[in-house]
Every structure is written in C-alpha cells, then in structure tokens.
C-alpha cells in the first residue's frame, strides 16, 4: 500500500544472521563433550551433518553407548543412569513410555523384529521406541501432547475474524473507509477514499488504471476478441481502478483505432467480487457491478458466475437463450471470466506459521516434521469479571464464564506444565510459579535463536538441565511472565469470539477488553486437517525448503520458520474455475517476494509473523493500546497486512497445468513504446488443424471453431501508455517506478516491494506474449545467471552463497561494514533494475529500436556529443529528477556498455542485464516495440 506516511510497514529485516549454535557450543565445552570450536566447525562444514544430537555428546562414553542404554525404558539399564544423566535426557526414545505405551508391550520379544504394531502411530515408529535409531519427537509437541489445542486460535482464523469477519472485522466493519463507511466525509474525498492509507489505483488515478486497460486490450486481442470479454476484479476496495478502467474503456483513452475500439468497448464487461459489505456498498455507490465473495474461497464460484450470466447485455429476452448468459457451476467457454484481476488484495489473505526443526533427518513432506504456531490470549479474571458485567450479562451467567475458563487454565496448561518438557523447566523455576507462566515460556523460549533451541525433547530437557545460560533465561522469562499473568485466566477461542461478538456495537469497551488482554504464540502439532490442507505445499517447495534447511543447519540454526496462506491456493483454484475451459489470464499486483526470499526473512528472526501493522493516524488511534509494538494487540481495530509469496500462486497454477507468463516489478508491465502485435497465420493454420482434430472427438462446439478463420491474419498497432505523464513527480509515482530509497532514507527493504504475477490459465488456442519485459525469477536457482547478484531476495541469504565457500565459513568473512555496504548495494540493485528497462523502452518509444543495436550503442559511445545529447538532454530531462541524475547517468552509461558488447557477457549489474534483455524483447524478431508514432 502507498500509505500517506512513509512506508514503515516494511519492517527492516535483521541483517546480521546471529551463529546460533555458538552460545550451545559453549556451553558443550565446558562439559567437554566437544573436543573443540575446531570439530564443531568441521561438523558445520560437512554437508551431510546434522544438528548435533547435544545428548550424544554428552551422554556416551566409558563404554556407555546409546544401543546399550536407551533400548529398553529409564528401568531397562538402571546401571546407565547415574544421577548425572538420565533416559530422559540421553535416550532419543524416552518419550515413547507412556502409560500403557510400555517397552514390553511395544517391544517384547513375541512381537518380533517390527514391535507390536498398536504402538506405533505417526512419529512413534518401531525404529525410534524399540531401537533409539530415528530422530526423536520435538519438545512442543510434547509439551502440547497431552492438551486439546483445538481452542487455541489458529493464526489464519485470528487474522480473518480480526479483518474479514462479520461481527468485528476492521474491513467488515468499514473501519477501513474515511468517516468509518458511515457516510461522511468519505464520500466526498475524490479518489482518496481510505481512511489510514491509500493504493496505487488511487494515488495514481486515472494512469494506473490505464495501464491495465491497454494490458486488458492486448489480452483480448490474444483472446482473439473473445465476446464478451469479461474481466472479474477481486477485492476492489474504494473501486477506483474498476472505475478508471471502465472509463478508460468507454472513452477510448488509450487512442485505439476506432473500428478496433468499437469491437473491444462492446465486448467489455467487468464485475467487481469484494468481501467486505461495507466497501461493496462503496462500489455499488459509485454504480460498479460488485458481487459478494471470499477470493479464499472455491464456493464463491458459482455466485460471480451467476453475475457474470447477469450482465446488461443479458438482461433483454434475447438473453435467455444466449450461451453468455447461461450461469453453471464452473466456467464455460461462452460465459466464464476472460481475466481475473487484483490489486493488494494477496496481502490480505490470512496467514499460517510453521515451524520446521532442523535436527535430525526431518522428511520434508511428513506433517510430523513441522508445527504450526497458535495464539492464546490472557486476561486478569478480575478485569475480565468487570468487562462482563459492563456488557450486561447476568451474575448466573457471569460466574458460570469465570468458572469456565479458570476450568479451561487449569486443565490445559497445568497439564502441559506436567509434561516432562515442562517438568523440567518446573525444577528451574520459583516454586509457585503458575502453569500459564511455565507454558508461555517455554514457548517463547523457541524465539531465543542465540540459544540455539533445540527440537529433540530429549536435547531440551538437558539443555534445560545443564546449560545455565538456558535455564537463566527461562528463570527470567518465566518470571516476567509470572508477574504479568498474576491471577489470569487464559481463553479458549470460543468465549474469546462470544466477548468480541457482544463487543462488536460497543468501542469504548472493546478498547478496554484490548487494553487488558495479552497475546501469547505456542507452537503445537499439526492437526490432521492442516496436514491434509498442507499436503500439496510440502510436495510444490521441497527442493526448495530442502536447500533453506542445508543453509541454516550450516549456519547452525535450530529451525525454520515460514508463512504460507492456504488461501492462495484456494484463490487459484476458484480463478480456475471462474476462466472456464477456453482459459484465460490472472493478473495480481502486491507486495511481496519469492519463497525462498521470505523464508529467509522468517528464519533469522523468531519473532517475525511475517503479519505488519501500517502506520495509524493519531485520531484512530484514540482509546486503543499501544497496536505497533506487537500485531495482535489492537486486533479488529486496525490494518494489518502481510507479504504475498508469488512462489508459490505460481506453484498453485502449475499444479492445474497453467502456465506462469511474467513475474517482476509492477512498473515492468507499462509499456510506453508502441506494441505491434500480428496472429500469423502460421499459429492460426496449426489451430485450424487442432480444431478439426477437437471437433472429430467431440469436445468443443463448432462454434468455438469458427475464431479460426474469422480473426485470419489481424494486425493490430496498441498505443504505448505511461504512468509519468509530463505532469509533476509525486512520491507515489517514484514509488511505481520503483525509486524508493529517497522516501525516508531507513533503507526499509526494497524487495519486497509492489511486484506483479500474471498467469495463464491455457487457452485451446495460442501461445499469448501480453508482456514484453523481463521476467523475474520465482526459484532462487532460477536466478538469471547474467545478474552478478540477486536484489531480489534477503541480501545476506544471496552473498553468502556467492563467497563460494560453505555459509558458514562466508559468515566468518563477514563484517559490519561488508555488511552495511550490502544493504545499499542491494537496495540500489533492486531499484535500478527497474530504470534499465525504463530507460530502454522510453528510447525505443522515442527513437526506435536502431540506436540500441550493438554497432549503434558502441558508436554513441564514441561520440561524447552525441552521448551528450542523448544521455545528457533526453534522459535526463525525463528520468533525472525521479532518479538523480548521476543514477540515470551512471545507468544509461553501463547499459550502452553492455548493448554494445555480445549478449554472452560475464555478469554484470542486473540493471545492465535487465536493460539489454529489454531491448531483444522489444527490437528482435517478433519483437513488440517501436516508436509512438500516429500508426493507427
Ligand atoms: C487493501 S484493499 C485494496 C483495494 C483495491 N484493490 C485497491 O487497490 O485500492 C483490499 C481489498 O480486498 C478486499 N478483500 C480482502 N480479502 C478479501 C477476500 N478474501 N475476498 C474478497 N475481497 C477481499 C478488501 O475488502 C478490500 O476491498
């Protein structure tokens, strides 16, 4: 989002990685266990290490080893256990005996050499209870194992009740719109409509719109005019880019020419889908077409169908018939969408954490592997006893809530506090002190990534028992967390929804249920609903999570963590199903990075959500807590938002067989040089045969067929169009251009910023080039090769991979100044790819492709006055106040430096690279640009 302050949201990532594993390896010297830095060092070195097991080195030696102790249970070799050490502590397997769950029962002789099949149940294999040979489960799923955590808020539910739900959601609710969408000042506000922040479409308004609309002619006419040609807009907010567009439509303001323009207004037609009523009715005021439904959702299909079906030109008698107006279940060829559009809609979609442990051989794919991190909240029962009755509740009613959730805290988190995870922490901590503490702790203990927390149990529980540096820090949380939770309740999810809902009419006391509740994060298990959701996820980025956990486990860290939205794939499968058969285009601009990018943001910060809280005027602000310091404090009151992985909507797509067309900067998708675009009749020969083919099976109507020949040789000449008209630069023109680094000077992260992602669902017919400008790379491995390195992602997760030596080994080599310098380096990267292509689709759009051939480049080069004239008068009159003029400068002169060499150059800067690829795309054969001449 353009919000009118200046862009904190983009939370600056940690740069420094932190080596976690150093404070454990300490503390292992010092018991000696590790003979020195040098072996741990060397075990980081070697690629097929993994996390040491911290109770091995410890526990194994004088002729004890693991094979002969921990066979068995804590009784089997009682001559093991000294008192020093313990099963629980040393044996991967201790967490196997329990209650009936017995060695002799598991493991008797009569079962034989694979155990009595009844015990064994996810993690719990014969490998790990009966041998002690397989990795052993994680402390929190212990220290959740004997809890129902059903209560406990998931992550995504939170988010979506808190922005989406009917009841106290911050967009339902209309808190979103200027004058709360009650009317007011926010009708009057022109296209400024939010009341906290505001998007491109408005910031921009009518030119962002407007490169959608010449974006929108190029796919109908790839479409071969499909009539009608219907785009489906989701999430369209205050509707100005619906509004732009249509009007851009009507008025022919892209200057086609006029006969084309006919055909291409008469077929138009465009549908809002929005989610929050109070923003649809905004829409609807501004007489948009806006349908209810959730993006996250495949069941709302069939209603945008039914509208789409619904259209003006359906309305008359002839409509009854008409194949267009027909409403089904899924998408036809007649009346399915053409194009799915969506601006920072992604950003919205609620958010999942996991977490993913290092140690051991974890198998990517296997649910046990991961956990995903829940919320509970907390609040003073006497508070809570107050806020009751405030809200009128009767005293039966009243007592009957607090005797509920004091039930509920006891019950769960006494329990948990009673594993032998929270045990051992009990031995730690002052006696007295309460189940809720003990359990937070321990939680938030995952997040000390300086300790190196470790995932086996059977590590932790050592670790808590030996290592003092741990157990201090426990001492201390727990403490605090003592103090703060004195005489608390926690509550479950469903009374924690029935307060906010008899809230949701009452502000002012809602602002105090905020004010005294507390929010704590605790990872748990999977549930087998999340592993089923989950399962395609696992299988889309294993490579890729397979080469972030080589890179972390050398770099020592315990685990990873990650954000994925299950609504993304949802979201594509419900644009599948709206694109029909004959397919079709999706189109979303937001925030956001590649997979692996943010992964590693996640990674080396515990605490980071991957969820952000935008800059909130004053005004709004009034009554509520403190809501920056941490995300869900002022939950329902207040934006929040979230980094799209573009990784993985295309993985989504993939999956249903589409293909991925453009990926990168959202300025890449202008084109300010004309686009010459011809159907040849070579593909219309090779479809003409296709469609004979289809239709001797049966499969398309011969009606689908008869595009073929119609549209025969059809050339068409699409007017360039540019957001930096000749008017004034304002900052939110800088900003889509994507010079941000003079904004506000904190080097906030630049690669996360606004990028789209343009799919293609198939159609039966062509292969579609609507955009002409370098795609970005969506897998780290896919990184274009001619990039000397990569602005697009974490810039110590690129350069330490690029030192060509182990990551550990380059994390040695790194320096606070190396450092600083790359932040800039990378920032910078990232911004001047982006005026390497501007720079060479202005000069075609003014001048033609000629100067930028090879030959022609080098000779400017030569000339210093013509170099002047070009580079000294054109571009800098254009691009120098936007950019500086020693930027533009310094990048015009490096890219004609490498258009006047061979494509087959070493690396070299990515806007060198950027620029050249630029130039073939637009000036070779079949190439797409050419000057802004009157061609009609
Ligand atoms: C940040 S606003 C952006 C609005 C608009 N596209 C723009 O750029 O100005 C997010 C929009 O998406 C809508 N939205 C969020 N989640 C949605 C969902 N799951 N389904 C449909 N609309 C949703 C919101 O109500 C809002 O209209």
New binding site residues.
């Given amino acids: 989002?353009t919000r009118h302050s200046l862009l904190p949201w983009h939370r600056g990532i940690p740069v420094l990685f932190a080596s976690a594993q150093a404070v454990a390896m300490e503390n292992l010297l010092a018991q000696k266990s590790v003979s020195s830095i040098q072996e741990w060092q060397d075990s980081l070195a070697d690629e097929t290490a993994a996390l040491r097991d911290v109770s091995s080195d410890v526990c194994w030696q004088a002729g004890f080893t693991k094979e002969k102790c921990c066979r068995g249970d804590a009784s089997t070799t009682p001559e093991c256990w000294d008192g020093s050490y313990s099963f629980g502590e040393c044996c991967p397997n201790a967490d196997c005996w329990e209650g009936d769950f017995t060695f002799d029962f598991c493991c008797g002789a009569k079962y034989g050499s694979t155990g009595n099949q009844a015990c064994w149940a996810g993690s719990f294999t014969h490998q790990l209870c009966c041998l002690a040979n397989a990795t052993s489960n994680s402390w929190a799923d212990v220290l959740a194992s004997q809890v129902e955590t059903e209560q406990f808020y998931k992550m995504d539910d939170f988010y979506t009740d808190a922005?989406?739900g009917d009841e106290w959601g911050y967009?339902s609710k209309g808190h979103?719109l200027l004058g709360g969408g009650k009317g007011g000042q926010g009708e009057t506000q022109g296209t400024q409509q939010f009341a906290h922040f505001t998007?491109?479409?408005?910031a921009l308004s009518p030119h962002f719109a407007r490169v959608f609309c010449r974006l929108l002619f190029v796919m109908w006419v790839q479409l071969d005019e499909r009539a009608p040609f219907r785009v489906v807009?989701?999430?369209?907010?205050?509707g100005?880019?619906a509004y732009d567009t249509q009007q851009c439509v009507r008025t022919n303001a892209l200057g086609l020419a006029p006969s084309v323009w006919r055909r291409w207004a008469a077929a138009f037609e465009y549908t809002i889908?929005?989610?929050?009523p109070a923003?649809r009715k905004r829409q609807q005021s501004r007489g948009l077409r806006s349908v209810a439904?959730?993006?996250?959702s495949t069941a709302s299909c069939k209603s945008v169908l039914a509208a789409l079906a619904a259209s003006t030109a359906c309305q008359g008698a002839e409509g009854l018939d008409a194949p267009e107006c027909e409403a089904r279940d899924r998408g036809t060829a007649e009346a399915g969408a053409s194009v799915v559009l969506?601006?920072?809609?992604l950003?919205?979609?609620a958010p999942v954490k996991l977490r993913f442990g290092l140690y051991g051989q974890p198998n990517i794919t296997h649910c046990g592997s991961w956990q995903e991190v829940r919320l509970v909240h907390t609040i003073p029962e006497e508070r809570l006893r107050n806020l009751l009755a405030i809200m009128g509740f009767s005293e039966a009613w009243l007592e009957g809530t607090i005797q509920q959730v004091r039930s509920y805290t006891e019950t769960t988190f006494c329990a948990m506090a009673n594993t032998s995870i929270g045990y051992e922490a009990q031995q730690k901590v002052d006696v007295n002190t309460s189940c809720l503490a003990i359990a937070f702790s321990l939680s938030e203990l995952v997040n000390h990534l300086d300790l190196g927390i470790p995932f086996a149990s059977h590590n932790m529980r050592m670790r808590i028992r030996k290592d003092s540096k741990l157990s201090d820090r426990l001492r201390t949380i727990t403490s605090r967390l003592d103090s703060e939770l004195q005489a608390s309740v926690a509550l479950p999810r469903d009374i924690y929804r029935q307060i906010r809902h008899q809230l949701r009419d009452l502000p002012d006391v809602e602002a105090e249920f905020l004010h005294a509740t507390q929010t704590h994060l605790l990872p748990v298990s999977l549930s087998e609903d999340r592993c089923e959701e989950l399962a395609w996820w696992f299988d889309a980025h294993e490579p890729r999570i397979a080469r972030l956990a080589l890179f972390y486990r050398k770099l020592g860290y315990p685990a990873l963590h990650v954000v994925v939205r299950p609504?993304e794939d949802n979201f594509i499968d419900l644009v599948d199903c709206l694109l029909g058969p004959t397919g079709g285009y999706k189109l979303s601009l937001d925030y956001g990075a590649n997979f692996e990018g943010l992964a590693h943001s996640l990674s080396v910060d515990g605490d980071n959500d991957g969820i952000f809280v935008p800059p909130i005027p004053h005004e709004l602000m009034a009554g509520l807590p403190e809501c920056h310091n941490f995300w869900p404090k002022c939950a329902g009151r207040i934006d929040w938002t979230t980094f799209v992985d573009f990784t993985n909507l295309a993985a989504a797509g993939e999956r249903r067989g589409w293909r991925t067309l453009f990926y990168g900067p959202q300025n890449l998708l202008e084109q300010l040089s004309r686009l010459n675009l011809t159907l040849n009749a070579h593909q219309l020969h090779h479809f003409r045969l296709k469609c004979i083919l289809i239709l001797l099976w049966h499969e398309v109507s011969a009606g689908e067929c008869q595009w073929v020949t119609a549209t025969k040789g059809r050339s068409y000449s699409v007017p360039g169009y540019a957001v930096l008209q000749d008017d004034w630069i304002s900052r939110h023109i800088k900003g889509w251009y994507g010079r941000e680094s003079d904004m506000d000077g904190t080097g906030v992260q630049r690669w996360t910023s606004f990028k789209a992602l343009l799919l293609e669902k198939p159609s039966t017919r062509q292969m579609p080039r609507p955009i002409l400008f370098p795609s970005w790379h969506l897998d780290t491995r896919l990184v274009d090769p001619c990039w000397s390195f990569d602005p697009s992602t974490v810039p110590l997760a690129d350069w330490l991979p690029r030192q060509d030596s182990d990551p550990h080994a380059a994390l040695l080599k790194l320096t606070d100044e190396i450092n600083s310098g790359l932040g800039r380096q990378y920032a910078e990267g990232y911004e001047e790819a982006q005026l390497g292509v501007r720079l060479v689709d202005f000069i075609v759009a003014k001048s033609g492709c000629d100067m930028l051939r090879p030959e022609n480049a080098a000779a400017l080069l030569e000339r210093p006055s013509n170099w002047q004239a070009l580079s000294g008068r054109r571009l800098l009159r254009k691009w120098g106040e936007m950019w500086g003029e020693e930027t533009v400068s310094r990048v015009a002169l490096e890219l004609f430096k490498r258009l006047a060499e061979d494509e087959s150059q070493p690396p070299a800067s990515p806007f060198a690279c950027a620029g050249q690829q630029a130039m073939m795309l637009l000036c070779n054969s079949p190439g797409g640009g050419s000057k802004i001449g009157p061609v009609r």
């Fill in positions: 989002m922005q989406y967009y979103v998007t491109y479409p408005m807009e989701m999430g369209a907010g205050s100005q880019l889908m929005e989610r929050s923003l439904g959730d993006a996250q969506s601006n920072e809609l950003d919205a979609f609504g």
